[in-house]
Each structure stands twice: as structure tokens, then as C-alpha cells.
């Protein structure tokens, strides 16, 4: 059996230049699954708005429905280190806030640390939850929670100045204490610098080879999403076409008589 992922064991791995895997789940069947397959970070992201919940983008999730959908997977999780993502508004009105909505993460949901979206202007919202023994994972380049503010997904760091900025992020992001950062959707020539220039674990979704890790949505991988495929998601399997097959075979033997056979049915004498 995989031994349990911690924040030590994350930073070794960058050492000893082992790739880190990280996945989403949302629910405990996938929890077990990635757990048998030894992912080493399951995330329950607030991607579950969109790929779960059926909303257009991740600011309608909640603390509650992150909560919910946490305790589900840790219910499957042995050995991953649980990372339950900040759903909008639920870490930059107040401090307090932050630390009090992180700490139910962690107590009600049983995440073992939480994620937050932003640069260098997180850094004591960051402080604040390491202070109360929450690991922090820090998240930079596209953050979908301020797509609004951004005007879309495009890609971040692509300008010299775009690109100091977010070297800079890491580097505040890095003292501030946090154990790793995910990049999102930057050039790989960045992620590589960004990579090299701190200590703790990159985790790339976009961001190219050089990280220190990668992490994708499973349901894009899984290709169990195709309302929004960025270029960056590489679709392993096409899971809705093998559901929408046994779904309409079923459908068709119902119809025609031919479900429940006599293996599934049951005699009196049985
Ligand atoms: O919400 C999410 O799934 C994420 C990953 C894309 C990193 O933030």
C-alpha cells in the first residue's frame, strides 16, 4: 500500500525530482479509485460547480457544498493528501473568515489542507491559516474565480511584465508558507523559471512539463465533460460514450423484454 502523501513527503518528492500526481474527485467511488491507482493530492475543486453541479463557472460553489462533497471523498481516501479547494468570497472579505471557513475544511469535511486563488496579496490570508495549523496550497496564472475581473481563461504571463508579476507571486506565495502551487494555463518557459526559483512543489494544469507536478479535472480526463474542453485536458477515455452505450442498451432490452433475464430474477424456491 502507497504510503499517506503529507506536505513533508510533497516537498522530497520536488527534491528527488519525482512527478507529483494530483486529480479531482468529488465523490467516494473516484476517491477510491484514485486512491487504488496511488494518486499522491486529490483535490475536491470547485471545478464541481460546473462538471458536477451544472452551473456555468465555479462562483455559485459554497463552503457547504465543498464541505459535503469533501466528506464524501475522504470517506474513500487512505493514502492521498486531501486538498479541499476556497470556494469565491469565502477567503478575501476578512481574515477571520478565511481562517474559520479553512478550519471547517478541515473539521467538518476532513481535508488534510485547503487551496486559495491569488498572488502576493494573499500572502496574510495565507499567514493567518498556517497560523492555525492549515496547510495552504496557493493557485496562480488563470484563476477562474476572478474571471470577471479578468474578462475570460486566457492565458496569464504571457507579457515580460505579466511574467514578473507572477514570479514575484510565487516567491510571496512561497514565504508566505504555503507547501504548493498550482499554475494554471501560463507559457512553460515561466513555469519552468517559477519552478526553479522556489523550493516548495509546483503542480501544473496548463502550465506545461517542467512543474513539479501535474493536475487535471477527472472529469475531463475521463471525458465526462464536454460543455467547456480546454486545449490543456487531454481526454484519456471517452467515458459518456461507453455510459450513453450501456445506457441505451439497457434501455433497449427493458423495451424489449430481454432485462431482467433468469440470472437476475428470482423463484420461489430460491
Ligand atoms: O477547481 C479545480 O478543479 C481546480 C483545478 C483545476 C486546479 O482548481
Given at each position: 500500500m502507497?504510503?499517506?502523501?503529507t506536505v513533508?513527503s510533497?516537498?522530497?518528492?520536488?527534491?528527488?525530482?519525482?512527478?507529483?500526481t494530483?486529480?479531482?474527485?468529488?465523490?467516494?467511488?473516484?476517491?477510491?479509485?484514485l486512491?487504488?491507482?496511488g494518486?499522491d493530492i486529490i483535490l475536491?475543486?470547485d471545478?464541481?460547480?460546473?462538471?458536477?453541479?451544472g452551473y456555468?463557472?465555479?462562483?455559485?460553489?459554497?463552503?457547504?457544498d465543498v464541505?459535503y462533497?469533501t466528506?464524501?471523498?475522504a470517506?474513500?481516501?487512505?493514502?492521498?493528501?486531501?486538498?479541499?479547494?476556497m470556494p469565491?468570497?469565502?477567503?478575501?472579505?476578512?481574515i477571520q473568515?478565511?481562517?474559520q471557513n479553512a478550519?471547517?475544511?478541515?473539521q467538518?469535511?476532513?481535508?488534510?489542507?485547503?487551496k486559495?486563488?491569488?498572488?502576493?496579496g494573499?500572502?496574510?490570508i495565507?499567514?493567518?491559516m498556517?497560523?492555525?495549523?492549515?496547510?495552504?496550497k496557493?493557485h496562480?496564472g488563470?484563476?477562474?474565480?476572478a474571471?470577471?475581473?479578468a474578462g475570460?481563461?486566457g492565458?496569464?504571463?504571457g507579457s515580460?511584465?505579466?511574467?514578473?508579476k507572477?514570479?514575484?507571486?510565487?516567491?510571496?506565495l512561497e514565504?508566505?508558507?504555503?507547501?504548493?502551487?498550482?499554475?494554471?494555463?501560463?507559457p512553460?518557459?515561466?513555469?519552468?523559471?517559477?519552478?526553479?526559483?522556489i523550493k516548495?512543489?509546483?503542480?501544473?494544469?496548463?502550465?506545461?512539463?517542467?512543474c513539479?507536478?501535474?493536475?487535471?479535472?477527472?472529469?475531463?480526463?475521463?471525458?465526462m465533460?464536454?460543455k467547456?474542453?480546454?486545449r490543456f485536458?487531454k481526454k484519456?477515455v471517452?467515458?459518456?460514450?461507453?455510459?450513453?452505450?450501456a445506457v441505451s442498451q439497457y434501455?433497449?432490452?427493458?423495451?424489449?423484454?430481454?432485462?431482467?433475464?433468469k440470472?437476475h430474477s428470482?423463484?420461489?424456491n430460491d
Open positions: 502507497k504510503n499517506k502523501t513533508n510533497l516537498i522530497k518528492m520536488k527534491q528527488e525530482n519525482k512527478k507529483i494530483m486529480l479531482t474527485a468529488y465523490d467516494y467511488p473516484m476517491s477510491v479509485i486512491n487504488e491507482i494518486i475536491v475543486g471545478s464541481l460547480g460546473m462538471v458536477v453541479l456555468e463557472n465555479t462562483l455559485s460553489v459554497t463552503v457547504d464541505i462533497h466528506k464524501a471523498v470517506r474513500g481516501n487512505s493514502s492521498a493528501f486531501l486538498v479541499s479547494d469565491f468570497l469565502s477567503y478575501k472579505i476578512s473568515d478565511a481562517v478550519g471547517r475544511m478541515i467538518q469535511g476532513g481535508a488534510h489542507g485547503v486559495i486563488e491569488g498572488g502576493a494573499t500572502s496574510d495565507v499567514k493567518a498556517i497560523s492555525a495549523d492549515i496547510p495552504v496557493g496562480i488563470v484563476t477562474p474565480q474571471i470577471f475581473q475570460g481563461y492565458l496569464k504571463g515580460e511584465k505579466e511574467a514578473q507572477l514570479l514575484n507571486d510565487a516567491k510571496e514565504k508566505a508558507g504555503v507547501f504548493s502551487i498550482v499554475l494554471e494555463k501560463i512553460q518557459e515561466l513555469a519552468k523559471e517559477i519552478t526553479e526559483s516548495v512543489p509546483t503542480i501544473s494544469i496548463g502550465a506545461g512539463v517542467y513539479d507536478g501535474q493536475v487535471l479535472v477527472t472529469h475531463d480526463l475521463l471525458g465533460f464536454d467547456f474542453i480546454p485536458a484519456y471517452d467515458l459518456r460514450s461507453v455510459i450513453k452505450n434501455k433497449q432490452e427493458v423495451e424489449e423484454g430481454k432485462f431482467p433475464g440470472e428470482y423463484s420461489i
